[in-house]
């Protein structure tokens, strides 16, 4: 069955003129590239706003998996870490936790009382910013050289999460 329903939703958050709050986008627009055509049953989606707008690109799938900056404070800048948001071990995102007040969580159950499908597995893939106010389509030199380490992770992500 390769409708929406079986499908897994890839999406960049973040902000393409704020340095290091765009390496959403730039991890999945590089990713979609490399995999083009060659990962049945995965969409790529880029989102700059991230709340309510997320939830109709989540909507209808049954995995999703969001790239977006994160800043623990506790691991250097470039760093990746995956997170299930339904294990214990939650990370924030400016995208996921601020915009219109909702939590990725809160966003999928609004969607679910909404009356939508929503994914039943969300894996979060964060990478630690360094520099998220600076105006530039660039992120800062460490974020930018685990790009290609993200996109990695980024793909064994989408093989092991593929519903078949």
């Known amino acids: 069955m390769n409708d929406i329903y079986e499908k897994t939703v890839v999406v960049g958050l973040g902000n393409p003129i704020l340095s290091d709050d765009g390496i959403g986008i730039h991890v999945v627009s590089r990713a979609e590239r490399m995999l083009e055509g060659s990962v049945p049953g995965v969409d790529f989606r880029l989102n700059h706003s991230g709340g309510l707008d997320l939830m109709d690109e ?13 800043r623990t404070g506790k691991v250097d800048p ?53 520099d998220i106010t600076t105006f530039s389509e660039e992120p800062t030199a460490e974020v930018a050289s685990s790009i290609d380490e993200a996109v990695a992770v980024l793909k064994k992500c989408i093989t092991s999460s593929e519903t078949r």
Not at 63 to 68: C, G, K, M, S, Y
């Open 58 to 70: 989540l909507a209808g799938y049954k995995r999703a998996i969001i790239v977006d900056c994160i």
């Open 78 to 130: 470039g760093t990746c870490v995956i997170c299930d948001i339904r294990n214990e071990q939650r990370i924030t995102t400016d995208r996921l936790t601020l915009s219109h007040g909702l939590s990725l969580p809160e966003i999928i159950e609004a969607g679910l009382l909404c009356g939508y499908s929503m994914p039943e597995s969300v894996m979060v893939l964060g990478v630690e910013a360094a």
